[in-house]
Each structure stands twice: as C-alpha cells, then as structure tokens.
C-alpha cells in the first residue's frame, strides 16, 4: 500500500480548535539566548516491545489494543505518522481472545529531554527517568535436555558440570569489530544460496509468508485436536504452549517485518500473515471445546497440586486470558463481552490516533512575534506538540494551550473507552478494570498502587517544592519582564507563576548551568564499537557470557547494516541470538524497542527452542572516518535496550508463553533500568569507554558531573510521574467516575503534581500510553523502584561481582514470566520489600552524591 508522508496534517481528523481558543496575546520576554544549551536528551523511546500476536492468551486485552489498525484503513502509513509508538496494523479485534504481549516499549520517554520517539517533542509528554536464526545449527543447541526437563536456572547450574561448551568458532567475531568495520566491508554475499529472513526458509521471499502461516494454521488445527483428546495434565498445558507457539513463531515474526522491513512486499505479505492468523487466534479463543480441555485440569484440585509451578502458572495464565472473553459465562453475556471487546479496540485505536493528531488555529489568533515559530498552512497554524524545549516562554505557552485544548470527538472516546473497559472487567468478574489489569503484577491490586503513589507522593513533596523554586528562579532570572511587578493583562495566572509548560526547559537550563555537560565532548568516548564491547564485557564477568558477531547469510536479515548477535555462554555455549538494527534508515519507526521474535521453550524432543530477539535503535551510521558515535544517552539507552536482550535471552522457561520479557509489566522494565545503573556506574565505564582516536578513557569526574546532573530537578520529574500514574489509577478504578475526566485530571494535578491546572487544557486526551498500559502507568515507577534496590543490595559495591550475577540469573531473568514477580523479587533481595523499601530507594536515589561535589571544587 502507498505510504503517506510523514505529519498528519491532511485528512478528515484534523481538528478546528473553536474561535474562542483562550491564547496568550501578551508578547513576554523575549527568548533568552540560551537555546543552544542542550538538555540531556534521549531522542529515543525504550520500547518495549512484548511481541506477538498471537499467542494464546495472556495480556488479551493490551496486546488486542497494540494490534489494531490505526488508520481508517489500518494502513502502515498511518502507523508511521507517529513519533511515538503506535498500535500496530493488524487483525481484526479477536473478541477477547488470545495474544500476548508484543513489543516491549518503555511507556515514558526520557528525563529532561525529548520523549522517545522520534524528533524531540514537548515534554509533558509523559516522561520518565530521563522519556533467529539459521545460527550455523551445528552449535545451536546448547543443551541437549531430556523430554519435559525442567528448565529453570537451579537445574542448569547441576546440568553444567560436565557439558562441553559448544561453540560455534567459525564465524563469529569479537562484538566491537562487528560494529566499528563499515558495512561496505562486510557486504553479504549476494551470490550464495538465498536463505530466509531470520532463517526461516520459507521467507526467502515475499510469497513465503503464505507459506509459513499455512504452515503454522494446518500446525494449529492438528493441536487443537490433540489436546482435545488429551486427558488433563501436565501434557495440557505443553500443547497449550505449542499451539501458541506454533501461531506467535509467524505472528511476532510477521509483526516485526509489517513494520521494519524495506520492501513494501515483505510489509504487505507480513500484514496479511499478521491478519490470517489473527483470524484463527480469534476462532482458538472462542472455542470452547478448547477451554474445556484446561478447564478440566484447573479444576481438579488433585492435579493442579501435582503440577510444578511454572506449568502451574502457565495453565492460569492461559485461563486468564481465555476469561477475558467471556467463554465461561452464559450466552448472553458471552455476546456482551465478545461486542465490549471490539468496541474496545476500536475506541483505543480511535483515541491513540487523536492523541497525536495536531491542533490548527487561525494564525491571525497567534501574537504576530512568535508566528514563525509554528508551521503555517494557509491562514492557520499547525501546532503539533508541546514544544516544551522552546526557549521562548510564549511559545511554549502558546503550544501548551493549543495541542491541549479539549477535542470533544477525543473526549467522548476517552469517556467511552474507560466505561467500556470498565464494564468488560465486571461482566467477567472484577470490581474494576484497574483490578483485573493488575492480577499477576507486583503490585497486585490497585490498592497497593495507590498506596505507593501516596507515599511517593507525599515523600518527593519536599524536594519536589525546592526543585520548583528553583526553576521559578530561573525563569525570574533569565526574564525580569516576568517578575511581579509586570502584572498580567489577559492571563488568569500572575506571571511570576510557574506553569506546567515552564519545568522541562528550565530545568534543562539549570542543568545545563550548573554541570555544563555537553553531550559532544562524550560522544568521542562512546563508540558504538566500544560501547558493545563493554556490555560484553559486563555480561561476561557477570554472567558469564560473551557477545560474538555472526555473520548472516543471504537473506537473513532485512538491511545491510542489521548485524547478528550470538549470545554465547562459556559452559552451556550459544542461547540465543540478537539481530541489532541499530542504525537510521529512510522510513524506519524511529523509537527505541526489543522485539520478541521468538520465544525460548523447551520441546518434546528435548530441545530448547532458543529465543531470538531483535533490537531496534536509530543511532547514526558511521563514515570512512568516523565510527558511530553514542551521545551520553544513547548509551544508557542502548544497555537499558540490552537489558531487555538479555532477560530474552537468559530465560530458560519451559514454556514460550512466559519467555523472558513476557511477564508482568511491572517487572519487564527491572532488568532493562538494572542496565541503566550499570551505564552510570564508573567501574563499569571505565573499562570501555575510550576516544576513538587518542584511546584516552573518559575522565572520571566527567562520569560523575554526569550522573549528578542527571539529579537535577528529578524530583520533580518523578512527581510528574506520579501524577500521571495516580490518574491512570483513578480514570481505571471505581466506575462511574465521579466527575468528568478534566475535573479529574485538574484535582490530581493538584493533589500529586503541585503546579496549576490551566483552564480550557486537557491532557488526558494526550494521554497515549492511556490505551497500552491502561491501569498500568505505574509499572515504570514500580520496576525502577526494584532495580534501584537490586543495584544497591547486590551490585553497588561491586557491579563485577559474579556471584550476584548468578543469584540475578537464577532468581530472576531465567524465570521470565514463568513465576510470581514477587517471588523472584524476593528471592533476589532475600527478603520481601515493602511499598516503604520502594518509596525509599526511590526518593535516595535523588541524593546528591557529595563526593562529586568535593571531587569538582578541588
Ligand atoms: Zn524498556
């Protein structure tokens, strides 16, 4: 299909802000000068990318909305006029049927700066801590396992004795080399045998999608079969797997290549597989004899009690998911939850889409000095973002007041979206939404998330208060015009005021004052080369693992500069693969995201299935004379994306269906943020980061001035976290909501952000991630919480320490979602933390660390 330009300026939903705008008119100060500082940016989203279609069952609801067409003809054009992550083109709603999670994508764009995704957009934006293959399979087996072993890290660590390491020497190459050598250097060899994409013979071509999908559906109806006449037990819960395995193995790969890959072929063939087995995922979950077959085993207790926990879990998981669409209930209802389901997914399309659509407004309505700043069309002003990062104050007001002034369209399918949602959780048995969202999380129950949002809340409050004067000082510092004395003419707020348009950019500034970090001094240090070196490196002294590039063969991957990763470890040899599509490409999604494209699993012949994952950056390619460079950022951004690499591939669940990253959203981001600390931390740093040209290391108060920079006025980005999250709990909890969603998002605002709520604004309706992690908003907050424990508790002293790499192993990453998050929380700090640990970490990590201090002032 044609692909439209970028921007989303044409078309029927472009909204006309009525006459009665309320705009500044009062030209302020001017901009002071000061726009060239750059704040500490990271251009890129962390996704997080939970892939799959298809898979029978799990995270029903978010992946349902993740997959549905965006456009009015779900058209990969209309996906791509975003910045920020958007559902995907997909099937058809599946009445609450089966699917997974799919692309694991961080769901806040980056600390004082830029949202992920895409060019740098305004930033109250939601924002966070700073916004397969064909493997050479002679040694793609690592470990050759009994039929139905278990395949948990306790088991591996007896299994390993004795196991000659298996590597597959021919091929690989040190992991910076596969990143420093141009691409023209390692041209693929384009006059081999063609193999498939990701190895997958069939997708030598286009056509082959056909071919694997009908491959995978003939697959799915011989299993159906089966477990149907099997009797209830554990053999349930294996076919249960392989069935979702067999239909994810093309869904997931498919969803990957519908929107990254080059050739408008490939996408189409991709969309199309994407929607046949969307079809048949939708008949599966509505199949009754189906869900018989697992209820038979979850109901007797006898048999349930002599499941391990993992298939335990797994069986639960799968009923979950099946619940959702009403199967259990009686034909009337049934029906009702089958229409509540897809008027869901049509809602949550509907309103992501508005949530990124620009507002126009008469440009003769704009003060004539800062009209150029927008783009015209006409006799309007286009005004697509916040434009948080303006210098200039009147621009920035004049954004915020323009892109959040109310839509009334976008407004009722909010209000519509959280009834329906509301109504589905009750027909099928929870008191809210909220409620069924968090079954199986961390938190558990939305009581517990509230009470952690309270009590962050109230402990930030303080900082949260000093950061604000601060930055209200910078704004009377940087323009006097704004000081009491120069009243206001038409604003309802005095000026001296801080408004919710002024934080992002002036704490930028205070940022920029105080530590002077300039992001083009530490680039030279952070060559792409050098950077993954260093994560090999860590992994290798913790973990006991090694990067290798590999090279593909023809046709295995779907650009030049896509470079294949083998994850080797020293004894139990090759676990997976990670094919890195790091670098920029004309119309390539911009964010930041893993993508599961298989699933670890254990199989019948005693075989594990390794994970393969992709991950996706957009970071400059190199030249004849200049390596890729990493801003400071995109560094942290990069260990943060390998951390969900690696959960991928550390994981050695049984079952494809709790593979690494599919788990609970509140823990998926622990391992990823674990990462991040890692990446600030100047031991870690140290032994990587050098220029590229003299090899100098990077100095180490340069490290520290950087990881205290990143302190500044955090406080009160967190607070704005908060904020978001508590309204995600309440617009989520008890239905009917008591008032409109603005009253709503005004008295929060109030209550858990502190600045005031502009009148004639609605931010909700802004609110994207609204639709993807409904009930869930807080999941960042919540993982951050628990990495930061796990840094301190295990790894501060020293982040080389192999035997906490091993317990972070065992207790964690090779559980994937196979076990209670709480469980591996638990067993990793040794003790069970309460929502007062949470808090705590949380508000500590905010401390200034005074040796820096000391450190710079001799
Ligand atoms: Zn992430």
Not at 162 to 182: E, H, K, N, Y
Not at 260 to 288: D, Q, W, Y
Request: glycine share 8%; hydrophobic share 35%.
């Amino acid at each position: 299909m044609a692909s439209a330009p970028r921007g989303h300026r044409e078309g029927p939903f472009r909204p006309q802000p009525s006459p009665s705008l309320p705009l500044p008119s009062r030209p302020r100060s001017p901009s002071v000068g000061l726009s060239s500082i750059s704040v500490s940016s990271r251009s890129v989203d962390r996704g997080q990318p939970t892939a799959l279609a298809a898979r029978l069952a799990r995270g029903v609801q978010r992946s349902f909305l993740e997959r549905r067409p965006t456009g009015g003809d779900g058209s990969r054009s209309s996906v791509r006029a975003r910045a920020v992550p958007a559902p995907l083109a997909g099937s058809r709603p599946s009445p609450g049927l089966v699917a997974g999670r799919r692309v694991l994508r961080c769901p806040l764009p980056a600390r004082g700066g830029a949202p992920r995704g895409g060019r740098r957009r305004a930033t109250l934006w939601p924002r966070g801590p700073s916004p397969p293959g064909s493997a050479r399979s002679r040694g793609a087996r690592a470990l050759p396992r009994k039929r139905g072993e278990m395949l948990c890290a306790r088991r591996l660590g007896g299994l390993r004795a004795g196991l000659r390491v298996r590597r597959v020497s021919t091929g690989w190459s040190p992991v910076g080399a596969a990143f420093t050598v141009q691409p023209q250097g390692r041209r693929l060899d384009w006059f081999g045998e063609r193999g498939g994409l990701f190895g997958v013979p069939e997708l030598s071509a286009p056509e082959g999608f056909r071919v694997a999908q009908e491959k995978a559906l003939r697959r799915t109806e011989q299993l159906v079969q089966r477990v149907c006449a099997t009797p209830p037990g554990p053999q349930t819960v294996l076919i249960f797997d392989e069935l979702s395995d067999s239909l994810c193995r093309v869904a997931d790969l498919a969803d990957f290549v519908k929107i990254a890959h080059p050739e408008a072929a490939f996408r189409e063939a991709a969309e199309e597989a994407c929607r046949s087995i969307g079809t048949m995922v939708e008949k599966l979950n509505t199949n009754v004899e189906l869900y018989q077959s697992l209820q038979r085993l979850l109901a007797d207790k006898k048999l349930v009690d002599s499941l391990d926990p993992e298939t335990r879990r797994v069986a639960e998981l799968f009923m979950f998911d099946f619940e959702i669409s009403g199967i259990h209930l009686d034909r009337e209802k049934r029906k009702r939850a089958v229409d509540l389901n897809v008027k869901i997914l049509d809602l949550s399309s509907a309103f992501l889409m508005g949530t990124h659509l620009p507002n126009t407004i008469e440009k003769r309505l704009l003060p004539e000095g800062i009209r150029h700043h927008f783009e015209l069309a006409g006799d309007h002003a286009v005004v697509d973002s916040l434009r948080a990062e303006a210098p200039d104050d009147l621009v920035r007001e004049a954004a915020y007041k323009i892109f959040l002034y109310p839509n009334a369209g976008q407004l009722k399918r909010l209000e519509e979206l959280l009834s329906s949602r509301d109504l589905l959780a009750k027909l099928v048995g929870y008191p809210t939404y909220s409620h069924r969202a968090l079954q199986g999380t961390i938190a558990q129950s939305p009581e517990t998330v509230m009470e952690f949002l309270e009590k962050l809340s109230d402990k930030l409050s303080e900082r949260t208060m000093k950061d604000f004067e601060m930055i209200r000082g910078m704004k009377m510092k940087l323009n006097p015009q704004n000081s009491a004395d120069s009243p206001p003419l038409d604003h309802q707020e005095s000026p001296e005021e801080l408004m919710p348009w002024d934080p992002p950019y002036y704490s930028g500034l205070i940022r920029a004052e105080r530590f002077n970090i300039e992001p083009g001094l530490y680039c030279p240090f952070f060559s792409l080369g050098a950077c993954m070196e260093g994560l090999s490196l860590l992994f290798n002294r913790l973990l006991g693992v090694s990067l290798y590039g590999e090279q593909p063969v023809k046709g295995e991957v779907w650009s030049e500069d896509v470079r294949k990763l083998a994850v080797v470890h020293e004894s139990e040899g090759l676990l997976g693969y990670i094919y890195c599509d790091f670098f920029q490409r004309a119309d390539k999604p911009h964010q930041d995201c893993h993508f599961t494209i298989r699933g670890g699993r254990l199989k019948e012949d005693g075989d594990y299935q390794l994970p393969v994952v992709v991950l996706m950056l957009n970071l400059p390619h190199s030249s004849r004379n200049l390596p890729t460079l990493l801003t400071p950022g995109m560094m942290e951004n990069l260990f943060h994306e390998m951390g969900h690499a690696m959960h991928s591939m550390l994981g050695r669940t049984r079952y494809q269906h709790v593979t690494g990253t599919r788990c609970p959203t509140d823990f998926a981001e622990v391992p990823s943020i674990l990462m991040e600390y890692f990446a600030n931390d100047y031991r870690v740093v140290h032994q990587f980061a050098r220029h590229y040209q003299t090899g100098q290391s990077l100095p180490r108060n340069m490290v520290s001035r950087l990881c205290e920079s990143k302190k500044v006025c955090a406080a009160a980005d967190m607070q704005l976290q908060v904020f978001y999250a508590a309204l995600d709990q309440i617009y989520h909890g008890k239905h009917p909501l008591r008032s409109s969603t603005t009253d709503i998002l005004r008295d929060t605002q109030e209550r858990f952000y502190g600045l005031p709520y502009v009148p004639n604004t609605a931010w909700q309706l802004r609110f994207s991630h609204l639709v993807g992690y409904g009930a869930k908003y807080y999941s960042y907050l919540m993982s951050r919480a628990v990495a930061s424990m796990v840094w301190r508790e295990c790894f501060r002293q020293d982040p080389f320490n192999r035997a906490a790499g091993e317990r972070y192993r065992r207790e964690m990453l090779a559980h994937g979602g196979g076990r209670e998050p709480m469980l591996m929380v638990q067993g990793m700090l040794q003790k069970r933390p309460s929502i007062d640990d949470f808090v705590n970490t949380l508000v500590s990590d905010l401390d200034l660390d005074f040796e820096t201090f000391l450190m710079d002032s001799t």
